[in-house]
């Protein structure tokens, strides 16, 4: 017969010490809200060849993955059902392709290319090459400083360098206006960034590798909102990757005296 008694925390201060640091991590996390690849459902809708998934919604918007399927189109009556500049619109392609079939049109878009329709802009039919995965944001027009932009905004990813922010941390910025920025961040193996604050919600969605926001571990396909007030701790990807971001960049954030000697080293 196994005499042994249960180990309480009180018998082991060191077991007490751990489960207390976890507690005060769940609660600390608790106020982010984090999509898992393997949650949330992915809905059919009412329109055929469309897949979507929501990440987030709420009264100025919302953020969503969607799969298009080869031969359909994107659903811009879907999201602008009383036209343009009622919403504000931004897709990251995340894989596969899109095409403009006229020949005034804005041609193809790869992987990682960016679009955002301006106020002004006719939403030209845009058609899937290949089963596309996109990220797709929306925003109310008055809830945006998106939304003062008249001309819409193409980024070929490509075509555009990343720009030092830290040792082994390199953005790309997609749009900004005011102190919002939609840009996608590459973190070399190892990097890190500070802990930061939040004065805008703020949205990650992992491109490709891995990101630990403090203790929670983002993966490929894995979303997470930072609301507004809230804050970071130390992020650290120990395999590299590609996130893209929208919020507010804190200055916390910048190397600006690593960032001036990088760009020295590099035009010696």
């Known amino acids: ?58 009264p100025s918007g919302q953020t969503l993955l969607m799969r298009i399927e080869a031969g359909h189109a994107v659903p811009w009556q879907q999201w602008m059902p009383q036209g343009a500049g009622t919403c504000v619109v931004e897709l990251l392609v995340l894989s596969g392709a899109l095409h403009s079939k006229h020949a005034h049109g804005i041609g193809s878009l790869g992987r990682l290319d960016y679009l955002l329709v301006g106020l002004q802009d006719a939403t030209e039919p845009l ?4 089963s596309t995965l996109l990220l797709v944001r929306i925003s109310q027009a008055w809830a945006t400083p ?58 990650c969605l992992m491109v490709d590798g891995d990101l630990f926001l403090g203790d929670i571990l983002l993966l490929e396909g894995e979303y997470q909102l930072a609301p507004r007030g809230t804050t970071h701790a130390e992020l650290v990807s120990e395999q590299g990757c590609i996130v893209f971001f929208h919020g507010a960049v804190d200055p916390v954030l910048e190397d600006a005296a690593w960032c001036e000697a990088a760009g020295q080293a590099h035009s010696a």
């Open 146 to 203: 998106f939304g003062e932009i008249t001309q819409g905004t193409l980024v070929r990813t490509n075509e555009q360098r990343w720009a030092p922010l830290r040792r082994g941390v390199r953005t790309k910025v997609l749009q900004e206006a005011q102190d919002l920025v939609s840009m996608l961040v590459w973190f070399e193996p190892g990097a890190t960034v500070p802990s930061h604050g939040h004065v805008h919600d703020e949205e």
């Open 1 to 58: 017969m196994n005499d042994a008694k249960p180990v309480s925390d009180a018998d082991d201060p060191v077991r007490a010490r751990l489960l207390s640091r976890v507690r005060r991590s769940i609660e600390a996390h608790s106020v982010f809200q984090t999509v898992r690849r393997s949650e949330g459902s992915w809905d059919v809708g009412t329109h055929p060849g469309l897949l979507s998934k929501v990440l987030r919604t709420d």
């Open 127 to 130: 058609w899937s090459t290949q």
